[in-house]
């Protein structure tokens, strides 16, 4: 694999993985209720407050150029799945040929997660980090904000206890995209710790410049 994707920084071709980060927004037109319909289901469900986030992600936020010799996407994670937009945009982008496995701790996302997720998808109600279940969720004052770092974003001053699974136990993938409001490095070492030179493709959100910085050597040592 030869492509190393980050869009701040323009296109470039880069020995390693392909990997995505994604610290602010790329532009990209907005999809409408009616092309947010997938195989004639209901139109995606999602609160007021994750319209803009939900358009950008269904309109193509973490669409990436495939190489010629690019290997197949059969299996993907989605770490931090929320209402399953990008589960869905994995389903389209790869023609229904792939099978996905959501993970989203917040349990009113994880509902919501359960109603859009693509044919076949499967939902993991669980948190996942190398900490010991059950573990302290801290509920944002957006959802997309709920952190197991209560420092990281605005919280609303709820928390929940949520089961956990260690990066370990997940299962091996050919892409893994990890959005998970502060745990990326932490997920990611120890899931490439597992499967070591397996993953083709990784996309993340990063929040800390520091995390950036090893979220991209991960990336590199392990491609």
């Known amino acids: 694999m030869t492509c190393l994707i980050r869009f701040w920084l323009g296109l470039h071709q880069q020995s390693g ?17 009616a092309n ?16 803009e ?8 936020e973490y669409s990436y150029p495939l190489l010629p010799d690019h290997p197949p996407i059969r299996h993907v994670l989605d770490i931090g799945a929320n209402v399953a937009a990008f589960a869905c945009w994995a389903f389209k982008n790869y023609q229904g040929n792939v099978f996905i496995d959501c993970y989203e701790p917040f349990p009113e996302a994880a509902k919501l997660c359960e109603l859009n997720a693509p044919p076949g998808a499967r939902v ?7 900490s010991p279940g059950p573990v ?15 420092k990281l974003n605005p919280v609303s001053g709820e928390v929940v206890e949520v089961p956990a699974l260690h ?3 997940l299962p091996a993938a050919d892409l893994v995209k ?45 491609g």
């Open 178 to 222: 990890v959005d998970t409001e502060g745990s990326e490095v932490e997920i990611l070492s120890a899931y490439f710790a597992a499967y070591p030179r397996h993953v083709g493709v990784v996309m993340f959100e990063w929040h800390r410049e520091p995390d950036r910085v090893v979220l991209e050597k991960l990336c590199m040592d392990d």
């Open 17 to 33: 993985r392909v990997g995505w980060a994604s610290p602010m927004p790329l532009p990209q037109p907005a999809p409408t209720l």
């Open 167 to 169: 990066p370990r136990d």
């Open 53 to 60: 986030c939900v358009a950008k992600v269904l309109g193509g």
């Open 36 to 51: 947010r319909m997938l195989d004639g289901r209901d139109p995606f469900a999602f609160p007021p407050s994750l319209a």
């Open 124 to 130: 993991h109600r669980v948190a996942v980090t190398t």
């Open 136 to 150: 302290k969720l801290h509920i944002g004052s957006d959802w997309g904000f709920s952190s197991l770092d209560p």
